[in-house]
């Protein structure tokens, strides 16, 4: 776990120290839209060249958390959004730095519906453990375990990552 000391509060996240350099407004982020389906969640697209802890960092010091979808209804929710506002790849809010090694949703829900591209997660290198989800021509929107710093394999003209609110949320 790394944390981090902010105003008058800690924040601590799995993984490395040396990974956490997240700041609570990162200058580099941009919000593009916000939308409020039905089931009670409420969706913010940031853009931004971000890591994923400092995307994570930046959704909690809003008080939501980065987006997780447990349905394809969320899924659809999401993938639309990003298509209306033109972001290509995104940061998801999961990981696997648990102790089963499976990855798991920041917020603790299940971790049931999935949409891995072909052939993910991978762990490549033994160092993919954040979830990014991007569009594939082949196969649509689709997840991929991926570094940190993943985003720099990406344009950062279409990066970001999607925040995420729920009812119980501040």
């Keep these: 776990w790394a944390c981090a000391a902010a105003a008058v509060a800690m924040l601590c996240l799995p993984g490395p120290v040396q990974t956490l350099r997240a700041s609570l407004f990162p200058p580099s982020a941009t919000k593009l839209a916000e939308v409020e389906p039905e ?45 209306e506002n033109q972001i290509g790849t995104v940061w998801l809010g999961a990981n696997n730095y648990s102790s089963s090694g499976g990855f798991r949703w920041v917020t603790g829900e299940p971790f049931e519906f999935a949409a891995w591209a072909v052939g993910e997660p991978n762990n490549d290198g033994g160092d993919e453990h954040y979830l990014m989800m991007y569009r594939v021509e082949e196969q649509g929107w689709v997840w991929n375990d991926s570094r940190i710093d993943g985003m720099s394999s990406f344009g950062k003209d279409d990066s970001g990552f999607v925040c995420q609110w729920d009812e119980t949320d501040g």
């Design 39 to 83: 089931d009670g969640r409420r969706y913010a697209v940031v853009k931004g060249n971000m890591n994923w802890e400092e995307a994570q960092v930046y959704c909690q010091a809003r008080g939501g958390h980065l987006a997780t979808i447990t349905s394809q209804q969320q899924m659809d929710t999401i993938t639309a959004l990003l298509e």
